[in-house]
């Protein structure tokens, strides 16, 4: 089986920072583009960065300038620092990825979610 385990979330002053990880751990072939996604209440779950396993990135509107996505291929680990937040930014943020469990199968997997928070 896999998992991905996010860490990182929490409280923080509209200005501020947080970094966000996810671990994929498993029964793991090979981890393709990993990405995180938020949604607020009511609202739909939205892109908020991705990055493939060769490292091309892509941002929602929203983030871009903002946000930075960053992975580390060795660890399975994709990451997201989180600068000049905003109250707009706050929901809960899922880490996905794309994987391989065996060379044949691919599939999306998706973390339990972490809060966060911007006051103003």
């Known amino acids: 089986q896999v998992q991905l385990v996010e860490s990182g979330g929490g409280l923080v002053q509209a200005g501020g920072s947080l970094r966000l990880s996810c671990a994929a751990s498993?029964?793991?072939?090979?981890?393709?583009?990993m990405g995180w996604y938020r949604q607020a209440p009511g609202n739909q779950r939205e892109l908020v960065a991705r990055?493939?396993?060769?490292?091309?990135?892509m941002y929602g509107d929203s983030v871009k300038g903002r946000f930075t996505i960053s992975r580390d291929n060795a660890k399975n680990t994709v990451y997201l620092q989180m600068d000049s937040l905003k109250p707009e930014d706050t929901s809960v943020y899922y880490c996905?990825?794309?994987?391989?469990?065996?060379?044949?199968?691919?599939?999306?997997?998706w973390g339990q979610g972490t809060q966060v928070t911007v006051s103003s």
């Open positions: 996905n990825a794309r994987i391989r469990p065996s060379y044949v199968v691919e599939n999306d997997y």
């Open positions: 498993g029964n793991i072939f090979r981890v393709n583009a």
């Open positions: 990055i493939t396993s060769g490292g091309s990135t």
